[in-house]
C-alpha cells in the first residue's frame, strides 16, 4: 500500500512529539517525511520532499506560516492546521473549508480528521482560497465565499450592507441590490464578522455599520437606503457602546 508522505511544521517540541507518537500508533500508512521549525526551514523541507500531507502550527519561530505559502514552488498538497488561535480565526479557516486542530492536541478529534483525510484524499486547499483567507483575516479587501445551494459566490465584505436570518439560513443584502440566500446560519457568520465591524441590532439582523445614517432615538439605525433597523431591547446596550465608539 502507497504510504502518505507527511511532514509536520511545529516549533513545541511538545506538540511535535505528541502528534508523532498518534500517527505512529494508530496511522501506518502515513510516513513521516521531516520535520520543520521555522518557515525557512518548512520551504526547503516542502520543496525538498514533496509532501501530500502537513501538519501546520500556524505561528512559528520567525513568522506567520502563511508565509510558507508564498515561497514554496508548488502547493499540491493538504493542509491540517494545528492552531492555538482564538475562535475568529478557528471560524475563519472553518470558513473556508480548511482542516484544523485547535491546541491543546486531542487525541479523538485529530484521529478522527486524519482518517477523514485519508477517506476522502481530497485536495481543498488551494492558493486562491489561502489568498481570500488572508485577505479576511487581516482586513486587505476581505471576502466571504457564500455557499448559495449549487455553488460558492465570492462577495466582498464591504459591499454587505446587512444580513437578515432565513431560519438556518441567512440572506445577504448587497449594495448592488443583489441578494444571496447562504446556506449557514446567521450566528454562524456574526462570528465571522462581528471583528469586521458588523453590528448585530437583534436577533434576525446584522448590519455593516459602515451603511449607518443616523441613529434614531439610541432605538433605531437608519442606514444610507433609508431603511430603518430597529434595535432589540436587549441589544439596545450594545448600540450605546457603538455610539460612544463612533461619536
Known sequence: MNKTRTIIIEDDISAQKYLTTILNTYFKTIEIAGYARSIEESVNLINERKPELVFMDIELTDG????????IN???????????????????????????IIKPIDE?????VIRRYLNLKERLFTI????ILT???????????LHTGNEHVSVEINNIIKCVADGNYTNFHLTSNKKYLA????????????SKHFFKASRSVLINTSFIESIYKKEAIILKNNEKITVSVRNRQ??????????
Open 108 to 112: 479523538k478529534q485529530i484521529t478522527s
Open 183 to 194: 446556506s449557514k446560519s446567521l450566528k454562524y457568520y456574526e462570528k465571522l464578522l462581528v
Open 135 to 145: 485577505n479576511f483575516i487581516y482586513d486587505t479587501n476581505p471576502f466571504l465565499l
Open 74 to 100: 508548488s502547493q499540491d498538497f493538504e493542509v491540517i492546521f494545528v492552531t492555538g488561535f482564538d475562535n475568529f480565526i478557528q471560524k475563519a479557516i472553518e470558513h473556508y473549508a480548511f482542516s484544523f
Open 128 to 131: 486562491n482560497k489561502l489568498h
Open 238 to 247: 450594545n448600540l450605546a457602546v457603538l455610539i460612544n465608539l463612533l461619536s
Open 64 to 71: 506567520n506560516a502563511f508565509e510558507i505559502f508564498e515561497r
